[in-house]
């Protein structure tokens, strides 16, 4: 058996989803939101079921969503991008293991900046790479370049970035990006740009793909996901944009995982790309809300709050809330004895981990939020 596997941890989110299951806690752990995406999504998906859309289609993705891709980078983000170099996915999470297994040698190095989503440093090392980690410190959780520098070697590929960056709810800025894009040019990198989070942004954020910044677009992979733009997390329709010449071993990596995405459900997410501006606005709003509905509640209870520029999500500062327990027994503790799920930040890094930070999804109904946050507020 594979040691990666043999002795891998089951997934923070399943896990934390599992026991809040079994606890019937409310979870605000795993993001999912309470709601279904735009109707005429599931309506365009729903026709297609029905219209005889269940066979393979193309394993790049259907034209009709790869056209839909293309529209959508010229229209919210200026990017010109032909279909040609749009590749359709079974979710982010594909996009990231086709680049991932495409891009690394083994032996070459890949550096992620904590705190990380889950899924990189397993599918770094499950290409025979080593991941290296460069820390970034909260409440600011400033793009240090200088440390990315720092960790830059002979073998190093890729750098992995992650903007809006998913746990800390950070949207980096153009500066920030600017620089970022300097350095991988510099040291002749790729950037592995994991963007789901592109249309969750508040407060009047807009997102900068770092493909378009000079010099970019030839040396990004840029990943994204229908399931965070429409709040339909369980359709895992995913897609990347990138060059040529790192699509195309992309495109043979992704043969042999999943090779298509189901043809029905490309067409509902080509669909919803097309929608009016309007709609997008309305579910970034609705997003927005919910964070502040649930971090006024929390904030009245005593519990210090970081900034939520984007995302889902929200940290709580446990340390600066008065509360000296670690971040992983006080989750547990509040699905088994508060009724509430909530995400360790821990389980976001490799080393150095803080122990003072949970995460919580806000994208819930207003009821639920606030019987989350009475219980929250009972729990201090
Ligand atoms: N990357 C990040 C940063 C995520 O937050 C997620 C899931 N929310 C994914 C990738 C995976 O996306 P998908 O469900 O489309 O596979
Ligand atoms: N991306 C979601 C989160 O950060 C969950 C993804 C998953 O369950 N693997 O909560």
New binding site residues.
């Given amino acids: 058996m594979n040691p990666l596997y043999a002795n891998m941890r089951t997934s923070i989110f399943e896990e934390i989803s599992l026991l809040a299951r079994a606890a019937g806690a409310i979870n605000l752990g795993q993001?999912f939101p309470d709601w279904d995406g735009p109707l005429p999504v599931r309506e365009a998906a729903a026709a297609a079921l029905i219209d005889g859309q269940n066979q393979y289609p193309p394993s790049s993705g259907l034209p009709a969503l790869r056209t839909a891709i293309a529209e959508h980078h010229a229209r919210f983000h200026g990017l010109a991008v032909e279909p040609e170099h749009v590749l359709v996915t079974s979710?982010?999470?594909?996009a990231?293991a086709a680049a991932i297994l495409a891009l690394l040698e083994p032996g070459d190095e890949a550096i992620l900046l904590q705190p990380c989503?889950d899924?990189y440093a397993p599918l770094v090392r499950r290409a025979g790479a080593v991941p290296c980690f460069v820390t970034l410190q909260p409440p600011g959780w400033r793009l240090d370049v200088n440390a990315i520098e720092r960790a830059i070697g002979p073998r190093t590929r890729i750098v992995i970035l992650?903007n809006p960056l998913?746990p800390a709810a950070r949207v980096f800025t153009r500066a920030e990006l600017e620089a970022f894009a300097a350095l991988c040019i510099r040291h002749d990198l790729i950037a592995l740009c994991?963007e789901?989070?592109e249309h969750v942004l508040f407060d009047g954020r807009v997102h900068v793909p770092l493909a378009g910044l000079p010099g970019m677009a030839e040396r990004t992979v840029k990943v994204s996901?229908a399931?965070?733009i429409f709040s339909m997390?369980g359709w895992?329709v995913?897609w990347i944009v990138a060059p040529p010449d790192l699509l195309g071993p992309i495109t043979r990596a992704h043969q042999y995982l999943t090779f298509v995405t189901p043809p029905a459900l490309q067409l509902g997410v080509a669909a919803g790309l097309a929608l009016p501006g309007a709609v997008f606005a309305e579910m970034r709003d609705r997003c927005a809300g919910a964070r502040d509905r649930l971090a006024g509640t929390l904030t009245d209870a005593g519990y210090a709050l970081l900034p939520s520029e984007g995302s889902y999500f929200l940290c709580v500062d446990l340390a600066a809330s008065g509360i000296s327990e670690d971040d992983r027994s006080l989750c547990l503790r509040l699905i088994a004895d508060h009724g509430v799920a909530a995400i360790p930040l821990s389980a976001f890094y490799e080393q150095d981990a803080p122990r003072q930070l949970i995460r919580l999804c806000f994208a819930k109904d207003d009821a639920i939020l606030d019987e989350a946050a009475g219980r929250l507020a009972r729990a201090r």
Wanted: net charge neutral; glycine share 22%.
């Fill in positions: 993001g979710g982010a999470t594909e990231l989503y899924a992650n998913n994991d789901v989070w996901s399931g965070k997390t895992k995913g």
